[in-house]
Every structure is written in C-alpha cells, then in structure tokens.
C-alpha cells in the first residue's frame, strides 16, 4: 500500500533562517505530488506541485522554493524565512492529476 | 470566481442526533468533488470522491451527494468520534490543467 512521510512534524525557525522541509512517497512511481499551506480560517492553499522529476509548477509567487531530486521525494526550501511563512504545511501525492490527493500529516512551522 | 464554500462554519450535535454539512461551488471545468476529514494538528484524510451529478458515496454514518452547484455530507446518528472537521475540495480543469480548490471546512464536535 502507498504511504507518505512528511517531516519534522513541528519546526520552530528564527526570521531569516533556511527552510527544508521533507517529503517521500512508497509504494508508488511517478506520483503527483504536492505542497500545500493551510492558515488558520483559511482553505488549503497549493504552493507548488509536480508531475515528475525536476518538473515544479509554482502556483504563488512567494519565498519559497520546491525541487524533486527523485520520484518520490519534494522538497520545500526557503533561503531566508519571514514571519508570514509560519503556518501548517501538507504534502501530498496522487496517482493522476485528476484523482484524489492522499496528504502527510504535516509541519507546524512557527517562525519567530 | 472560482469559489467553494462550506456552511456551516462550526456544528454541534448530540450523539445521534443526524445533520447535514454543505459544500456550494461555482467553478469552472469541474472535474470532481472530493470530502476529507481533518482531525487537530494532522493532514486531511480522503473520504470521497464525487464525479457528476446525482452521484452518491457511502461510508459508515456518512453519505455524500453531489448535485450541479452543491455536494452535502450527511451525517447519521453520529458519534464522539466523528468530531473534526470536514473539508470539501472541487477540481477543476483549466486548458489542461487541473487544480484542486478548497473550501475552509465545517468544524464538527458530536458530544456524548
């Protein structure tokens, strides 16, 4: 069956600090995958997605960044943080565009 | 616009007591809608996937329905642990490209 890791599960970084957050998939090949922002009151926000490998779509132009070194891995970096990058962040995967995304349980990230 | 809507914001029931979430949408190129249940400080779990109209999914004490420009989930003799909140997402397809567009979710609590 397919699972996806995501992790830390909570971050506390200082304004200006590097961002490197983590995400696998298994037991899939060539999943879609995912990076999505959820505030508080707010629907989830997509932030960038991928078809496959070294292909990133950015959604909201922003301080941050994703790449996917291999099938199943999206990272999301950001060089210098900001205060508004605090937030819950999800990762997901699916098997086509079109179908059910599958979410990690995310990173609280509180930047101070 | 392309818009999702979920009402009520919070609910609160008795055990048992059975009620409706609703999730309106006006969007362009829908392609499916989706309902995910998120509990407190995890990433949203899928529970349906809604394709056209007059189509409905069962799962337990949930039944979703969808029509043109509205999906319900309905709740029967809920319990404790039903408590969360229910987000509903709508996919859309723009020249190709699909895009999931989320609404802000109904918070649930089922009291004993």
């Known amino acids: 069956s397919q699972t996806i890791h995501q992790w830390p599960a909570t971050l506390v970084q200082p304004v200006g600090s590097p961002l490197s957050l983590e995400c696998t998939v298994e037991?899939?090949?060539?999943?879609?995958l995912y990076w999505y922002r959820q505030a508080a009151g707010r629907g989830l926000q997509l932030l960038f997605y991928s078809v496959g490998i070294g292909q990133i779509s950015s959604e909201v132009p922003q301080n941050l960044s994703a790449s996917r070194p291999q099938d199943r891995q999206f990272i999301l970096s950001s060089k210098k943080l900001l205060l508004s990058d605090s937030g819950f962040y999800l990762c997901?995967?699916?098997?086509?565009?079109?179908?059910?995304?599958?979410f990690g349980q995310g990173t609280r990230l509180t930047v101070v | 616009e392309d818009q999702v809507t979920q009402s009520p914001e919070a609910l609160r029931l008795q055990e048992g007591e059975s009620s409706s979430l609703n999730c309106s949408y006006t969007?362009?190129?829908?392609?499916?809608l989706f309902w995910y249940r998120q509990d407190p400080g995890k990433g949203p779990e899928f529970l349906f996937t809604l394709y056209s109209a007059g189509e409905e999914k069962e799962k337990e004490r949930l039944k979703a329905t969808l029509t043109k420009k509205e999906s319900f989930l309905h709740i029967t003799a809920p319990k404790p642990e039903d408590s969360a909140t229910y987000l509903c997402?709508?996919?859309?397809?723009?020249?190709?490209?699909?895009?999931?567009?989320f609404g802000t979710g109904t918070r649930l609590k089922v009291l004993a």
């Open positions: 997901a995967w699916s098997v086509t565009p079109n179908t059910e995304a599958f």
């Open positions: 997402a709508v996919l859309r397809s723009t020249s190709g490209t699909y895009k999931y567009i």
């Open positions: 969007v362009s190129g829908l392609r499916g």
């Open positions: 037991g899939t090949s060539n999943p879609n």
